[in-house]
């Protein structure tokens, strides 16, 4: 199980085809609404989550978290002792840690990109503290798995999806989607 993190000012394209992408490879995922179940996205779309974050458990059915970009949603997820509360235990765990867009920085901030390579919106490199960044759109690294941006939100599910239940399964919904790239 995953909790997609969304707070107000969060890229609404990046949490929803994320989510859309696992749901339909069968991988459960609730979204966790920062200070309330209803968020409002950085283009003012408003969201209702499954759950408010502060009623996240952190337990053994946890497989990672998922944090969207946009602004000035990474900044109220990383404000967030739930959403610090989250990276933690899954650092500590060997969990996944997924982020996309200006989103990477929280982890970077948080100290669990050192030694790995991590990709993020053009800009923020130098808050992916101690991160390698590589020059593709998406980028895994054991638990760890980023996304460049909006563009990138399809790839960045179908890599969580792959690294989740295997490239086969990745590569059959990748076939659905009707993918471009």
Same mark, same amino acid.
């Given at each position: 199980?995953f909790y $997609?993190?969304?707070?107000?000012?969060? !890229?609404?394209? !990046?949490a929803?085809?994320t989510?859309?992408?696992? /749901?339909?490879?069968? *991988?459960?995922?609730?979204t966790?609404g920062?200070?309330?179940?209803y968020?409002?996205?950085?283009?003012n779309?408003?969201?209702?989550?499954?759950i408010?974050?502060k009623d996240i *458990?952190l337990?053994s059915?946890?497989?990672?978290? *998922? $944090?969207?970009g946009?602004m000035?949603?990474?900044?109220?997820l990383?404000?967030?002792?739930?959403v610090q509360?989250a990276?933690k235990?899954?650092? !500590?765990?060997s $969990?996944?840690?997924?982020?996309?867009c200006a989103?990477?920085?929280?982890?970077g901030?948080? %100290?669990?990109?050192?030694? /790995?390579?991590?990709?993020?919106?053009? +800009?923020?490199?130098n808050?992916l503290? %101690?991160? !390698?960044?590589?020059d593709?759109?998406?980028?895994?690294?054991g638990?760890?798995?980023t996304?460049? +941006?909006?563009?990138?939100?399809?790839?960045? %599910?179908?890599?969580?999806?792959k690294?989740?239940? %295997?490239?086969?399964?990745?590569?059959?919904l990748k076939?659905?989607?009707?993918?471009?790239?």
């Open positions: 199980m $997609l993190f969304m707070a107000d000012g969060t !890229e609404e394209v !990046e929803i085809a989510l859309d992408v696992l /749901r339909r490879a069968g *991988i459960e995922t609730l966790a920062i200070g309330s179940a968020i409002t996205s950085s283009h779309v408003t969201i209702k989550c499954d408010e974050a *458990i337990d059915r946890l497989e990672g978290i *998922i $944090l969207p946009g000035p949603g990474t900044l109220n990383e404000k967030d002792a739930n509360r990276i235990f899954c650092g !500590e765990k $969990l996944y840690l997924c982020a996309i989103a990477p920085s929280v982890l901030r948080a %100290g669990v990109l050192r030694g /790995r390579k991590a990709v993020c919106f053009p +800009g923020f490199e808050d503290t %101690g991160a !390698e960044t590589p593709c759109f998406v980028c895994s690294d638990n760890v798995i996304g460049r +941006g909006m563009g990138c939100a399809i790839l960045f %599910g179908l890599e969580i999806v690294a989740v239940k %295997g490239e086969d399964t990745a590569s059959k076939a659905t989607l009707q993918c471009a790239i």
